[in-house]
């Protein structure tokens, strides 16, 4: 079911439920999973109109809220992730470093 085929209120409850998916995802540090349903989900997002209801207000704000704390632990969970990287770069050194120095 694409954006068009839908009206307003179903295209917000369309957009709720991939944004939950994109949140079990993250949960599940399957990042590349909720890459994928964001970019899926992204023209739904451009789809929704300015004129909403009350009750797909609420909904947006939640859809707003789980994209915030999203965004949150995306950056930590890259920030903890480089911090691992460059560790194991200097221990892959080190272990070169080692590997000449025994053949001296």
Known sequence: MNA?????PELVER???M???????ASL???????????ARSPL??????????AAL?????IRAIDAALLADA???QKELRIEFEAAIGRTRAAG?????ARL
């Not at 944004?19 to 995802?25: G, L, S």
């Not at 997002?45 to 009350?54: F, G, I, R, V, Y």
């Not at 470093?97 to 120095?101: F, T």
């Open 15 to 17: 957009v709720l439920s």
């Open 29 to 39: 540090a399957d990042w590349p999973k909720a890459a994928r349903l964001t970019e």
């Open 45 to 54: 997002l451009m789809s929704l109109t300015a004129d909403q209801e009350p």
């Open 75 to 77: 950056e930590i969970t």
């Open 97 to 101: 470093q080692y590997q000449r120095m």
């Open 19 to 25: 944004t939950r998916e994109i949140e079990q995802a």
């Open 4 to 8: 068009h085929s839908m009206n307003q």
């Open 58 to 62: 609420d909904k947006i704000r939640e």
